[in-house]
Structures are given as C-alpha cells and as structure tokens.
C-alpha cells in the first residue's frame, strides 16, 4: 500500500516530540552521537510503539493497521520521510533541531 507523506508543521512537531522520547533527535540534527542506547531505541521504537506513532505522525493515517506492516516497508516509509525533510531544509535543520532539543529539557 502506498501512503502518503507529510511534511507540514503539524507532522514536523508530533515527529520531533517522539524523537525526543526516543532519544533519536540526531536524526535531525545530523550529529553523530557519542553513543547510542540501542536496548531504550529498540524499547522505545518496539515496545513502547514509538516507530507506529512516528508512522502515523507521518502518513495521518490513524486508521491503518502498521502493526501488520512489514518491517522493510515500515523503514522506507521512515527513511523517505528524513529524506524530503532533507530537501526542504537542508542543513537549516539541524539548527532548528538544536533549538527544540534545548526547549524540550526539563
């Protein structure tokens, strides 16, 4: 099935917020971190369904069923996400990530 890909305001906030609890804002960023918590991602993404509520953020289908989904369609949909935004912003976006990254602390 084909969805979809949003890129408004709207999709850019909820995408970032789930970033943020997962621990994965360098996606943003572009920066490498020092190192990565693979058990909270993978926790974050599988467990706590995370990677579907990034799916949904981005596709606003909230009626499809993605725990169905295959995996290598699931990473595609993600993956050409990031790459759009790449084009529209650029490497502005790895500013603008700074700055929400830093409102975003307690």
């Known amino acids: 099935m084909t969805y979809k890909i949003n890129t408004g305001i709207a999709t850019l ?3 970032f917020a789930i970033l943020v609890e997962s621990d994965l804002t360098f996606l943003l960023s572009g920066e490498q971190p020092d190192k990565v918590d693979f058990q909270k991602v993978i926790t974050k ?3 706590e369904d995370k990677l579907i509520e990034l799916i949904v ?3 606003g289908d909230k009626d499809a069923d ?3 989904m295959e995996i290598d369609d699931a990473v595609e949909l993600v993956v ?3 790459v759009d935004i790449g ?3 650029g490497k ?3 500013k603008i ?3 929400g990254k830093d409102q975003a602390k307690p």
């Open 97 to 99: 990530a700074d700055i």
């Open 13 to 15: 906030k909820k995408v």
């Open 57 to 59: 953020a981005i596709t």
């Open 66 to 68: 993605f725990d169905n």
């Open 80 to 82: 050409s996400f990031f």
């Open 45 to 47: 993404l599988f467990l």
């Open 87 to 89: 084009k529209k912003f």
């Open 92 to 94: 502005s976006i790895a």
